[in-house]
Structure formats: C-alpha cells, structure tokens
T-cell receptor
Framework: NAGVTQTPKFQVLKTGQSMTLQCAQDMNHEYMSWYRQDPGMGLRLIHYSVGAGITDQGEVPNGYNVSRSTTEDFPLRLLSAAPSQTSVYFCASRAGLGEPNQPQHFGDGTRLSIL | AQKVTQAQTEISVVEKEDVTLDCVYETRDTTYYLFWYKQPPSGELVFLIRRNSFDEQNEISGRYSWNFQKSTSSFNFTITASQVVDSAVYFC?????????????FGKGTHLIIQP
C-alpha cells in the first residue's frame, strides 16, 4: 500500500528555473492538497483539489500552479523559482469529499532549495 | 479566520518524565475538527489523533493522552513516561466544517527533545 508518493525527494534549482513536483495517491481519495513547511511557520496550504478538473487556492498560492487531470495525480508547478520558495513541500490526500473530519495522509515530502 | 497556537516552541525533558504539549485554537465554526501530527527527525508526518468539536471526551492511547476543553479552546497532548523515540516536532491542526479551503490550519509546532 503506497499511500501518497512524492517525487523527487530532493531538488536544487537555480532562480528562474521551472519544475514540477509530482504527487500520486493510490487510495482513490477525492481531496488532495499541497502544503509548504518553513522553519517556525508550521505547514501552510498552497493549493487544493476536491476532484479531477477542480482546483482552488489556499493560503499561499502565489508562484505555484496546479492541475488535476486524474483522481490519482496532483502535480505542483513552480513557474519561475525564487529563493523564497526554498521549503519542504508536502502533498496530502483525504477520503471523503467535504469531510474535513477525515485525517489527511501525507507524502514523505520534497525538500527544495532555490539558489 | 481560524488559528492554532502552540506557544511552546521547544521543550526538553529527561527520559521517563511526563510532558504536556499545549494547543489553543480559534474558530468561529460550531463544528470543527482537531488533529495532532508527529514529525520525527526523518521528516514524515504521522497522524496521531482526531477529535470532533462535539465530543469532549478525553482519550488515552498507551502513553499518549489528549485533553480537549471547549471552554478554554484547548486540545493538549500529554506523553507519560517519555521515551527517546518520542523526540519529534508535534503539530496541532484545525479543520473547519464550513471552511472554504477545506484544508488544515496548523500551529507552528512544538519541538520535543527527550534526553536519555
């Protein structure tokens, strides 16, 4: 049972480069989301999706783009990387559309450094 | 807007001591859900417990216990007879029933260090 799989685990980019963080889940969860974790800040919601073809912004969406073409995959795109986007990124999924009482299952994270 | 405060940035205790991690939340919803997650040094996030706003019953799971008090908007986490393996960052989080983002609002975390 793979759960939520994130790739890559580590990445170093130069300012201005673009890249896509991959996230896949095999639990048939409708709800998926991306968080970033910065020292002393906890985790903050970037974007989320309540199903294929439906995405919306969270607390800190600027500089990021998402799409949801399938239930399983929810990639996060950095359009033009900036040093402020250096962070650890977590993808999460949750069973039950509109059921905030369900715990979210997190991937192992992607540690991203922007030089 | 909802908010979660974990005032203790770092706690250090000696093994076998009891330790309580504090969590205070703010929300305007009458229905909401509280969570605790553990982040060990390896970095993954591990779900520990969920509590619904309409269920104030405290819960015990082995050495872990949780005290939910709506009157003080608190959801504290106690580890009894702490062990070195309990060393981690612990996050308290809130999810609202009618929240537009439908995501979790996290506290900033408490770094717990258990010294042998």
């Amino acid at each position: 049972n793979a759960g939520v799989t994130q790739t890559p685990k580590f990445q170093v980019l130069k300012t201005g480069q673009s890249m896509t963080l991959q996230c896949a889940q095999d639990m048939n969860h409708e709800y998926m989301s991306w968080y970033r974790q910065d020292p002393g800040m906890g985790l903050r919601l970037i974007h989320y999706s309540v199903g294929a073809g439906i995405t919306d912004q969270g607390e800190v969406p600027n500089g990021y783009n998402v799409s949801r073409s399938t239930t399983e995959d929810f990639p996060l795109r950095l359009l033009s990387a900036a040093p402020s986007q250096t962070s650890v990124y977590f993808c999460a999924s949750r069973a039950g559309l509109g059921e905030p009482n369900q715990p979210q299952h997190f991937g192992d994270g992607t540690r991203l450094s922007i030089l | 807007a909802q908010k979660v405060t974990q005032a203790q940035t770092e706690i250090s205790v000696v093994e076998k001591e009891d330790v309580t991690l504090d969590c205070v939340y703010e929300t305007r919803d009458t229905t909401y859900y509280l969570f605790w997650y553990k982040q060990p040094p390896s970095g993954e996030l591990v779900f520990l417990i969920r509590r619904n706003s309409f269920d104030e019953q405290n819960e015990i799971s082995g050495r872990y216990s949780w005290n939910f008090q709506k009157s003080t908007s608190s959801f504290n986490f106690t580890i009894t007879a702490s062990q070195v393996v309990d060393s981690a960052v612990y996050f308290c989080a809130l999810s609202e029933e009618g929240g537009g983002a439908d995501g979790l609002t996290f506290g900033k975390g408490t770094h717990l260090i258990i010294q042998p």
